[in-house]
Nanobody
Framework: QVRLMESGGGSVQSGGSLRLSCAVS????????MGWFRQRPGKEREGIAN???????IYAESVKGRFTISKDNAKNTVLLTMNNLQPEDTAIYYC?????????????????????WGQGTQVTVST
C-alpha cells in the first residue's frame, strides 16, 4: 500500500512562497503517477500538478508558471514549490498517487484515477 504524508503548509501573504513536501513509500511498480490536488472553500477538489516516474509533468492553467512539481528520489519525496501565491490559492492541499495499471496507464489530473491520498495540509494566503 502506498503511504503519503504531506508537510509544509501554512500562512503567507499575497505574493509570497511556500513549498509543500510529500513523503512517499510503498509503490509496487516502477511506473507511477504523483499528483497534487487542492480543495478551495466551497469548491470541488481540483488537480493542479502531476509528475510521473519519467519526470513528465502536467499543470493546471490556474497554477502554470507559478507552481513547480518535482521529485527528490533519494528522499522518496515529491515537492510542490508555490510562488506568487494569491488569496485564491487558499485551500487544503493533498498529495495523491497511483501505480500505472491496465485501467489507468497514464498520469492525469483526474481525482478518481488516484488510489492513495495524504491527509492534506492547509495553505492560507492573505492580502
Amino acid at each position: 500500500q502506498v503511504r503519503l504524508m504531506e508537510s509544509g503548509g501554512g500562512s503567507v501573504q499575497s505574493g509570497g512562497s511556500l513549498r509543500l513536501s510529500c513523503a512517499v513509500s510503498g509503490f509496487t511498480t516502477g511506473r507511477y503517477c504523483m499528483g497534487w490536488f487542492r480543495q478551495r472553500p466551497g469548491k470541488e477538489r481540483e488537480g493542479i500538478a502531476n509528475i510521473d516516474h519519467d519526470d513528465h509533468t502536467i499543470y493546471a492553467e490556474s497554477v502554470k508558471g507559478r507552481f513547480t512539481i518535482s521529485k527528490d528520489n533519494a528522499k522518496n519525496t515529491v515537492l510542490l514549490t508555490m510562488n506568487n501565491l494569491q488569496p485564491e490559492d487558499t485551500a487544503i492541499y493533498y498529495c495523491a498517487a497511483h501505480d500505472f495499471s491496465s485501467t489507468v496507464p497514464i498520469c492525469t489530473l483526474i481525482s478518481p484515477d488516484f488510489t492513495d491520498w495524504g491527509q492534506g495540509t492547509q495553505v492560507t494566503v492573505s492580502t
